[in-house]
């Protein structure tokens, strides 16, 4: 069974970078998924980030691509996130997602993570 485990600081200063990694067990990240970060902003609801497809490949939500990058080490079977420059409107719970045409199957417990000054 895959399982999902998201690390990284819970606090991050505009205008700085946020730099989330997603370790994956239980199966390996070039199998034939899409590794994605989906977040949710207290009182909103879920906001998709984009994907890193087991090909390498990725694709980002239009309105994050400018300040998005995923990329992956195969070695350590882990994702990662980037944003930059935050503001404090990315606060938010960040969760790494296991998704097959379409479906978000399994999940990561979610980190919170705070932008402010």
């Given at each position: 069974?895959?399982?999902?485990q998201?690390s990284?600081?819970?606090?991050v ?20 998924y ?44 882990q994702?990662?996130l ?11 719970v ?24």
């Open positions: 069974q895959v399982q999902l998201e990284g600081p819970g606090l200063k505009p205008p700085q970078t946020l730099s989330l990694t997603c370790t994956v067990s239980g199966g390996s990240i070039t199998t034939n899409y590794w994605s970060w989906i977040r949710q902003p207290p009182g909103k609801g879920l906001e998709w980030i984009g994907y890193i497809a087991y090909s390498g490949s990725t694709y980002y939500s239009p309105s994050l691509k400018s300040r998005t990058s995923i990329s992956r080490d195969t070695t350590k079977n994702f990662t980037q944003l930059s420059p935050v503001t404090p409107e990315d606060t938010a960040y969760y790494c997602v296991r998704a097959n045409q379409g479906a978000f199957g399994s999940w990561g417990q979610g980190t919170q993570v705070t932008v402010s000054s």
